[in-house]
Nanobody, 122 residues
Framework: QVQLVESGGGLVQAGGSLRLSCAAS????????MGWYRQAPGKLRELVAV???????NYADSVKGRFTISRDSAKNTVYLQMNSLKPEDTAVYYC????????????????WGQGTQVTVSS
C-alpha cells in the first residue's frame, strides 16, 4: 500500500555528520506527521524527531541543537540532518509516517521504514 524507503545511514567518526532521507510512495492521498525513531541494541525504540504538515517540529532532548528534521511535502520525503554525532547516537534509525491512504473512505494509517544503521565510532 505505502512504502517508506530510508537511505543515508553509515559509519562516521564522532563529531561527524550524516543526512538520512526517507521517501514515501504508494497509494498516498496525503502525508501527515513524519518522524524518525531509533533503536540501539538492548534498548527500546525511541523518538528522535517529528515534523508535522504545518510544519512544526519536536526533538528528543538528547539531539536538540545537533539534529534537524525537515520535509519536502511535494516529494513526500523527510530528512534528518545529524551533526556533531556521538557514539551514543549509534542505532538503527527508522522512518515513520502517518499517511492518508487512497481508499474509500479515506483512511489514515501508520507506516514504518525498514531501518538504516547509523554507527558512530569514538
Amino acid at each position: 500500500q505505502v512504502q517508506l524507503v530510508e537511505s543515508g545511514g553509515g559509519l562516521v567518526q564522532a563529531g561527524g555528520s550524516l543526512r538520512l532521507s526517507c521517501a514515501a510512495s504508494g497509494s498516498i492521498f496525503d502525508v501527515n506527521r513524519m518522524g524518525w525513531y531509533r533503536q540501539a541494541p538492548g534498548k527500546l525504540r525511541e523518538l528522535v524527531a517529528v515534523i508535522t504538515s504545518s510544519p512544526s517540529t519536536n526533538y528528543a532532548d538528547s539531539v536538540k541543537g545537533r539534529f534537524t528534521i525537515s520535509r519536502d511535502s511535494a516529494k513526500n520525503t523527510v530528512y534528518l540532518q545529524m551533526n556533531s554525532l556521538k557514539p551514543e547516537d549509534t542505532a538503527v534509525y527508522y522512518c515513520n509516517a502517518w499517511v492518508a491512504v487512497t481508499t474509500t473512505p479515506l483512511r489514515t494509517s501508520n507506516f514504518w521504514g525498514q531501518g538504516t544503521q547509523v554507527t558512530v565510532s569514538s
